[in-house]
T-cell receptor, first 115, second 110 residues
Framework: AAGVIQSPRHLIKEKRETATLKCYPIPRHDTVYWYQQGPGQDPQFLIS???????DKGSIPDRFSAQQFSDYHSELNMSSLELGDSALYFC??????????????FGPGTRLTVL | GENVEQHPSTLSVQEGDSAVIKCTYSDSASNYFPWYKQELGKRPQLIIDIRSNVGEKKDQRIAVTLNKTAKHFSLHITETQPEDSAVYFCAATYDYKLSFGAGTTVTVRA
């Protein structure tokens, strides 16, 4: 079965640089979520999109932005990178609706290292 | 927003014994409670979930119980095996974004 795809899997950037992470949800899933997981921490919700519209926003810094495109893939754009942005970034997708259980399927993650 | 507390933070059990992890949540509107297993550097993987209209759910060696009145839910793993060693996260949601507990590192001793 198709899973959530994330690219790149690893990314190394310098401070103050920008980074773009991509997520391709499971086909026919209508909702995409972004989570940030620091070392030894639980995943923290950043932002979500339902049918290409932003549906919720969590602890996402103003330096970060995201969008979902017409083909349902999503991109997380991160600018003015800081050392503290080093983390695993997960994308998850789900099918939301009255008959769904909202099970979120996680991608393999992008490990971002800021030097 | 939702606040989820998870205990214990670490749990060491002998192979074959049971493991129990407990979580509490703050928002009575939460209606979906998944449990994820995460191995080092890998993605969280859903192992079992429960909705607020159900009190208990079982899948082979794994079971989850939910007490809506007390706002707590628990994960039970029976007959633990070395491959059960991982970090386990509980989560809660009412509006689809997941709020996670801090995680429990489970070590199964052979």
């Amino acid at each position: 079965a198709a899973g959530v795809i994330q690219s790149p899997r690893h990314l190394i950037k310098e401070k103050r640089e920008t980074a773009t992470l991509k997520c391709y949800p499971i086909p026919r899933h209508d909702t995409v979520y972004w989570y940030q997981q620091g070392p030894g921490q639980d995943p923290q919700f950043l932002i979500s999109f339902y049918e290409k519209m932003q549906s919720d926003k969590g602890s996402i810094p103003d330096r970060f932005s995201a969008q979902q495109f017409s083909d349902y893939h999503s991109e997380l754009n991160m600018s003015s990178l800081e050392l503290g942005d080093s983390a695993l970034y997960f994308c998850a997708s789900s099918l939301v609706g009255p008959s769904s259980y909202n099970e979120q399927f996680f991608g393999p993650g992008t490990r971002l290292t800021v030097l | 927003g939702e606040n989820v507390e998870q205990h214990p933070s670490t749990l060491s059990v002998q192979e074959g014994d049971s493991a129990v992890i407990k979580c509490t949540y703050s928002d009575s509107a939460s209606n979906y409670f998944p449990w994820y297993k995460q191995e080092l550097g890998k993605r969280p993987q859903l192992i079992i979930d429960i909705r607020s209209n159900v009190g208990e759910k079982k899948d082979q060696r794994i079971a989850v119980t939910l007490n809506k009145t007390a706002k707590h839910f628990s994960l039970h793993i029976t007959e633990t095996q070395p491959e059960d060693s991982a970090v386990y996260f509980c989560a809660a949601t009412y509006d689809y974004k997941l709020s996670f507990g801090a995680g429990t590192t489970v070590t199964v001793r052979a």
